[in-house]
């Protein structure tokens, strides 16, 4: 716990000092596991805020400040799927509907900006996203709380309040989504 | 870009990598200002939403207790106090004089 049990039922009780607390001590966690999910940069504050307003209008309903945590991931997981459904929902702005002047500006912005080391980091994470891309929202939300947020199943139960045994036959039946995936990607790497 | 070993190693891998490469962004200045007002706003709408429920509710059973009492209270026509039949009897009661006269035959009818 980042935080005090006190200082959750405090928050619990209506105080605001404690709720931001609260909210300094978890957020920088949550906008990095937010991020992930959703691997849109610019949308990652507004989801987080989603997430502490949810929390701040139910903390009454958490029965003991030793579930905080799963809690908050809970409404984490919550946001971020919300938004990722939305997003499906909308359009979405590609570069090949960008004017050719627009194209060639955001190639100079990124060209400017972006060292080797991290075009290496942005070049993983497309290709981490696109593999992702070939599993169902749900399942690449669960991956990524395993594999990724480093949760345990037990933390997952508690977050998805479904028994261990569903969740590992769907981490599994994901893994391997993403791993068949993986060789068809590295079989076109090397044919290309 | 992925490591040549085992299915699942090199996917353990990945996923390392790909922690490292999306690390914990920092909040905006203008986070917890943002969020206060984003809670602030809801709590508004929540607040005005509460006070126009508990209008409705109380125009409601003022209009209950309203229509209650309109329908408790006794009627000041008397018809209600007597039913159909009563009435019926009244107006054509088998005591009158036309009714107890003695019979008359009308020898004028034509005879079938």
């Not at chain 1, 605001?16 to 999910?37: C, M």
């Not at chain 1, 981490?128 to 139960?157: N, P, Q």
């Not at chain 2, 203008?30 to 409705?56: C, H, K």
Request: overall charge neutral; aromatic content about 8%; glycine content about 4%.
């Amino acid at each position: 716990m980042l935080v005090e049990f006190e200082t959750v039922r405090r928050a619990q009780q209506g105080d605001s000092a404690a709720f931001n607390e609260i909210v300094l001590a978890y957020r920088k966690r949550t906008l990095g596991t937010i991020g992930r999910l959703i691997a849109r940069t610019e949308d990652v504050e507004d989801v987080a805020q989603e997430v502490f307003l949810r929390l701040y209008f139910s903390l009454d309903q958490l029965r003991t400040p030793e579930v905080f945590e799963p809690w908050l991931y809970r409404l984490t997981v919550n946001a971020a799927y919300d938004y990722l459904r939305k997003q499906r929902r909308r359009p979405e702005f590609r570069m090949s509907d960008l004017s050719e002047q627009q194209v060639m500006m955001a190639d100079a912005v990124a060209g400017s900006k972006a060292d080797h080391d991290e075009q290496q980091k942005k070049k993983l994470r497309e290709t981490v996203d696109s593999l992702l891309g070939t599993i169902s929202e749900a399942d690449r939300v669960l991956l990524l709380m395993k594999e990724v947020e480093g949760l345990s199943l037990r933390e997952l139960e508690k977050i998805y309040r479904v028994k261990e045994n569903a969740l590992k036959v769907r981490l599994f039946r994901a893994r391997q989504r993403v791993l068949k995936a993986c060789g068809a990607a590295e079989r076109q790497n090397q044919n290309g | 870009m992925f490591p040549t070993q085992g299915g699942d190693d090199k996917l353990d891998s990945l996923w390392r990598a790909y922690r490292a490469a999306c690390p914990d962004q920092e909040p905006s200045a203008n986070f917890m200002p943002g969020l206060w007002q984003r809670i602030e706003a809801r709590r508004n709408f929540a607040f005005s939403f509460q006070r126009m429920v508990r209008g409705f509710v109380t125009v409601a059973a003022a209009l209950t207790i309203a229509i209650g009492v309109y329908v408790s209270l006794p009627s000041p026509t008397p018809a209600s106090e007597t039913n159909y039949l009563e009435a019926l009897a009244e107006a054509n009661a088998l005591d009158t004089p036309e009714n107890i006269g003695p019979v008359r035959l009308d020898w004028n009818e034509p005879r079938r």
